[in-house]
Nanobody, 128 residues
Framework: QVQLVESGGGSVQPGGSLSLSCVGS????????MGWFRQAPGKEREGVAS???????RYAAPVKGRFTISQDNSKNTLYLQMNSLTPEDTAKYYC??????????????????????WGQGTQVTVSS
């Protein structure tokens, strides 16, 4: 049974930083796509950043240059370093994973419909 558990959310002032983690268990994939997504109240879930098992990364335009996704496959852990946070970054953040035959299948990895396993989310609030 695949499980993903996020941590690291919280409240921060504009311009601040937060680091999220997502620990996975219950899977062994030849290759995978992993991603961070967020959902604000009244809005659809949107892709933030993704990484494949070859460490290729993709970022949504609003976070490019401010957020960094990384992974430690030896620990089944996904990270998201978020800098220069703005109130528009306020949302619940989710990590997700999907096993794929090859990392080249991760070209759509910012699309939530790509993924079949999700964590429960962690809240990030940016306000003064």
């Amino acid at each position: 049974q695949v499980q993903l558990v996020e941590s690291g959310g919280g409240s921060v002032q504009p311009g601040g930083s937060l680091s999220l983690s997502c620990v996975g268990s219950g899977y062994t994939y030849i290759a995978h796509c992993m991603g961070w997504f967020r959902q604000a109240p009244g809005k659809e879930r949107e892709g933030v950043a993704s990484i494949d098992s070859n460490n290729n990364t993709r970022y949504a335009a609003p976070v490019k240059g401010r957020f960094t996704i990384s992974q430690d496959n030896s620990k089944n852990t996904l990270y998201l370093q978020m800098n220069s946070l703005t109130p528009e970054d306020t949302a619940k953040y989710y990590c997700a994973i999907v096993g794929v035959p090859s990392a080249r299948y991760c070209s759509t990895s910012l699309d939530p419909s790509t993924y079949n396993h999700w964590g429960q989310g962690t809240q990030v609030t940016v306000s003064s």
